[in-house]
């Protein structure tokens, strides 16, 4: 089964720094890593960043200036890097990606990533 797995979530003062890391875990499919969620208690589920297959980005205003972005194609792994961190900043942070084989695509959700920013 295919599965994205995140990594690098935890706890941080505010003004702090994390990284986050998706991979996709080795599969007949080829997958595309698109970006990453995040999801407050008792909010919606938004966008945070997103990246494309050339590398273009895309990021929420409340991040702009803070979060980074970025892809090692390679390793099929996509990275947010988040720094001045600020404790409304604190969610589930969820990897997303389609699944994809020939001329389908079915988008597909890591398991998410605990970020807690204390003030």
């Known amino acids: 089964q295919v599965q994205l797995v995140e990594s690098g979530g935890g706890l941080v003062q505010a003004g702090g720094s994390l990284r986050l890391s998706c991979a996709a875990s080795r599969s007949i499919f080829s997958i595309d890593i698109k970006g990453w969620y995040r999801q407050a208690p008792g909010k919606q589920r938004e966008l945070v960043a997103a990246?494309?297959?050339?590398?273009?980005?895309n990021y929420a205003d409340s991040v702009k200036g803070r979060f980074t972005i970025s892809r090692d194609n390679a390793k099929n792994t996509v990275y947010l890097q988040m720094n001045s961190l600020k404790p409304e900043d604190t969610a589930v942070y969820y990897c997303?990606?389609?699944?994809?084989?020939?001329?389908?695509?079915?988008?597909?959700w890591g398991q998410g990533t605990q970020v807690t920013v204390s003030s």
């Open positions: 997303n990606g389609d699944r994809v084989f020939l001329t389908s695509r079915v988008n597909i």
């Open positions: 990246i494309s297959s050339g590398g273009s980005t």
